[in-house]
């Protein structure tokens, strides 16, 4: 008979995962806070971050900002521009 009393449960898996991700790169690994998906942190390095790749006017990083604190993936901030544009239009 096996018995699994002794397996980490899904909160300590995803912690032991995220420390062995952590492990193997130089930057923090951190959720992005609108959907949770793991992103690289490279806030020292802007223009090598995921983050960079969505090119934001000023108005559309205000509009972000006033909705959220910390970091955000590519692919929200191009949701976020995009629900941006659509509310201006109105």
Do not use: W
Request: hydrophobic content about 30%; glycine content about 4%; aromatic content about 6%.
């Amino acid at each position: 008979m096996v018995h699994y009393c002794n397996a980490p449960n899904t909160n300590e898996l995803m912690t032991i995962e995220r420390m062995n991700t952590q492990k193997h790169s130089k930057h923090e690994i951190i959720p992005c806070e609108r959907c949770g998906t793991a992103i690289e942190c490279k806030a020292n390095s802007y223009t090598k971050c995921q983050c960079g790749v969505v090119q934001l006017s000023i108005n559309e990083v205000q509009y972000i900002s006033e909705l959220y604190d910390g970091c955000l993936c590519a692919k929200c901030l191009f949701e976020l521009q995009q629900e941006y544009r659509e509310e201006i239009r109105v």
